[in-house]
């Protein structure tokens, strides 16, 4: 092995010197063309002059280290390495930011991580909420994003985090639990693109959403029971106002109900005293036409009617009274008027 | 021979000339500033295009240094490509982009006392690359002296404020209409956002003579300590329940008064019908008692209206009629009579010729 290793380079030279520069010569222009033409081949791939630049990409191009010129995606041209040099943000690509929790990126089906640093805070009213956020981003000015922060992402992070913790620190726990988390988020996207700004990082901020914002476990039965304790508010004004409801038609129908007695009492009265009076009205026609006989005639007929069908005791002369009442005081009702006439 | 030795004499001087070239010439790309240093002195500064170096300022610090050290630094500006004296003059990199200082939590006592463990960050640049290579030298040091500046301002301002000035940055808590305990309506005068720019400030001027420009420092955590924690969590608990209480009381309170109010409303419609009903009746009272008597006049369509007379019109004969009503009303079945043969009905019981007699 050695000797082969140090024969050869002997034999090349000595070969190569004496037999084929003639060869050389004679085909100096056809060697010199493909030589030519290798050679291109070479520089072209060492230097690569091309650049691809993808969909949703931008081709921020240096020369000399300066910013020279942004190109939309497609085959371009570029002068060789140590002249230009090409980055290729994507600027359609929708970037995430996550605070207080990291999802899974390579299962996106799996639960997350909790950041439990990151998501514990404290409110406006002293109380401690778990709050968690998501930033989504895309890169709006490529040379902003590429050449003025050190580190996009965490600086983001760190700004989504500040931005998160005085707006919340600016509110009572209410607020961020349930009714004002629209404002919050509003004013947090405020936040962050206002000191996004200071920087100029190059980002446009999307969008912020609060997740989930919830009290700490602790305490978690103690705002459950909050939570119930205004259902069963609800719950007891609902069945006053049941009652409200149940109530008033029953008192309404009474109200009518009096009132209608009352209409047809006064319909009834007036008629009864107008059939009466008709009536009088008529006897009195009758009366006054043989006054005498009608007189006498009323007289006995309601006499009639009165005496018909009723125990009676006749007695005969005005003694014959008192005598009846030593007799018998309590019975006054039996039939013994025969014995009483023939005791008289 | 002779033209071998001169073809390899010309190739190795062309190959140091182009070393020489390539040794001398160097890029500065747009996230870079340099200082280039002959024999350990600093005879060149590229400065960065970073809207955060002031560039009028810088120029006077240049100048200011070589008359002071009395050698002759030039300045220029921005990326691009710059030339040195080969083998005699070094490069030395620094960065033209925003860098962070995420210093450790720190643990301060607040104005009143209160303990917090406060997490800061902040946002940096170099400015005059000059300044900071001769005070800092490198990236650890700088970093390590940023956050001693950093960290005593925090505790400086921080141990003068109250811890809600800490949390808070406006007052707008005190507008709102969700309910909060009166003891912790209080109003803030400084708030989070003005002790940063505060903190900001005064750092921003210290590290000024370090050739670092800060551009913001920001408060990230501000919590009690882990062993507070439970504290917290026990007058959250004491604040819920009472809520919790509260809303119960009020439920109780709003139908109480419901009711209540429906029980009075039915019995005022009650009382109302009452009288309305006593009013009507009393009407019609009167108007049958004028009936009776005065009469009334009957008006049925289609014949001409007729006065029907009222008892008025003969108060004896009312009287002799009505009696003898109230009579037959009066006596019932279970009535036992005892009459008198003396009587007007039983005359003839006796004497059927009396009367004619007379």
Redesign the interface.
């Known amino acids: 092995m050695s000797d082969w290793f140090e024969d050869l380079p002997i034999e090349v030279v000595k070969g190569g010197k004496k037999k084929e520069l003639p060869d050389f010569k004679f085909n100096w222009r056809s060697g010199g063309i493909i030589g030519l033409i290798a050679l291109f081949l070479l520089v072209l791939i060492v230097f690569q002059p091309w650049f691809t630049v993808g969909p949703g990409e931008v081709g921020v191009v240096l020369r000399l280290g300066k910013m020279n010129r942004i190109v939309s995606p497609g085959f371009h041209f570029r002068l060789p390495r140590p002249i230009e040099t090409v980055y290729t943000p994507n600027i359609r690509l929708q970037r995430r930011v996550e605070i207080g929790f990291r999802s899974n990126s390579n299962n996106p089906g799996a639960t997350s991580r909790d950041v439990a640093a990151e998501s514990i805070m404290l409110t406006g009213d002293e109380n401690i909420i778990v709050a968690k956020m998501i930033i989504q981003y895309k890169i709006a000015d490529p040379a902003k994003y590429l050449f003025n922060i050190y580190d996009v992402e965490n600086t983001l992070t760190d700004i989504s985090e500040a931005a998160l913790r005085q707006v919340i620190g600016d509110y009572p726990i209410e607020s961020a639990l349930t009714g004002q988390r629209d404002q919050l988020q509003i004013e947090i996207q405020k936040i962050i693109e206002e000191i996004s700004d200071q920087y100029e990082i190059g980002l446009l901020i999307d969008q912020v959403q609060l997740q989930e914002t919830h009290a700490p476990d602790p305490v978690e039965p103690a705002f459950a029971d909050v939570f119930n304790a205004r259902e069963d508010q609800a719950r007891i004004e609902r069945e006053a106002e049941a009652y409200q409801n149940k109530e008033m038609p029953k008192a309404e129908g009474a109200v009518r109900k009096i009132l209608q007695e009352a209409a047809s009492y006064s319909a009834e009265r007036i008629a009864k005293s107008k059939g009466e009076v008709e009536r009088f009205s008529a006897i009195l026609k009758e009366y006054e036409n043989a006054p005498q006989v009608t007189r006498q005639r009323l007289y006995l007929e309601t006499m009639e009617k009165v005496l018909a069908n009723k125990s009676k005791v006749i007695v005969d002369s005005d003694d014959g009274l008192l005598k009846l009442l030593n007799v018998t005081p309590n019975d006054l009702g039996l039939p013994t008027s025969l014995d009483r006439k023939e005791s008289n | 021979m002779k033209s071998q030795i001169g073809l390899i004499i010309a190739g190795v001087v062309a190959l140091f000339i182009f070393i020489v070239i390539i040794s001398s010439a160097f890029?500065?790309?747009?996230?870079?500033q340099a200082i280039i240093i002959q024999l350990g002195r600093p005879v060149r500064v590229i400065a960065g295009d970073?809207?955060f170096t002031d560039k009028v300022e810088l120029k006077k610090s240049v100048e200011e240094y070589s008359s002071q050290s009395n050698s002759n630094v030039k300045l220029s500006f921005?990326?691009?490509?710059y030339f040195k004296i080969p083998f005699l003059q070094q490069i030395e990199y620094f960065?033209?982009?925003?860098?962070?200082s995420?210093a450790d939590p720190a643990r301060i006592t607040t104005g009143d006392q209160k303990r917090i463990v406060v997490d800061s960050?902040a946002?940096w640049h170099i400015a005059n690359p000059l300044k900071f290579r001769q005070t800092l030298v490198n990236m650890p040091t700088a970093l390590n002296r940023l956050d001693n500046i950093i960290r005593s301002e925090l505790r400086n301002r921080l141990g003068e404020c109250n811890f809600?000035e800490i949390?808070?940055?406006?007052n707008?808590?005190l507008d709102?209409k969700?309910e909060?305990?009166e003891q912790?309506k209080v109003s803030i005068k400084i708030g989070?956002?003005k002790i940063m720019e505060d903190v900001t400030k005064v750092c921003r001027k210290t590290a000024k003579d370090f050739g670092i420009y800060i551009?913001?420092v920001?408060?990230?955590?501000?919590?009690?300590p882990e062993q507070n924690?439970?504290a917290?969590?026990e007058?959250?608990?004491a604040?819920?329940?009472r809520?919790?209480?509260?809303?119960?009381a009020?439920?109780?309170r709003?139908?109480?008064?419901?009711?209540a109010?429906?029980?009075r409303?039915?019995k005022i419609?009650?009382a109302?019908?009452?009288r309305?009903?006593?009013i009507?009746?009393g009407?019609?009272?009167a108007?049958?008692?004028r009936?009776?008597a005065r009469?009334?006049i009957?008006d049925v369509t289609g014949q001409p209206p007729i006065q029907?007379?009222?008892?008025e019109?003969?108060p004896e004969?009312?009287r002799?009629?009505r009696s003898?009503?109230a009579?037959?009303k009066s006596?019932d079945?279970n009535?036992?009579?005892?009459?008198?043969?003396?009587s007007?009905?039983?005359q003839f019981?006796?004497s059927p010729m009396s009367g004619i007699n007379n």
């Not at chain 2, 709003?254 to 009711?259: C, G, L, R, V």
């Not at chain 2, 029907?308 to 008892?311: D, E």
Request: proline share 2%; aromatic share 8%.
């Open positions: 890029i500065i790309t747009e996230v870079d970073s809207a921005g990326a691009g490509l960065e033209d982009r925003i860098l962070e995420d960050f946002r809600i949390i808070r940055s406006t707008q808590l709102t969700i909060i305990p912790k989070r956002s551009i913001d920001r408060i990230k955590r501000a919590d009690p924690m439970n917290i969590y007058n959250m608990k604040e819920r329940d809520i919790a209480e509260k809303y119960r009020e439920g109780a709003q139908a109480t008064f419901i009711t109010n429906t029980d409303q039915v419609m009650r109302e019908a009452e309305d009903a006593q009507i009746m009407q019609a009272d108007e049958a008692a009936i009776y009469g009334f009957k029907i007379h009222g008892f019109s003969d004969f009312f002799f009629t003898l009503e009579l037959e006596i079945n009535t036992s009579l005892i009459l008198n043969t003396n007007d009905l039983l019981m006796k």
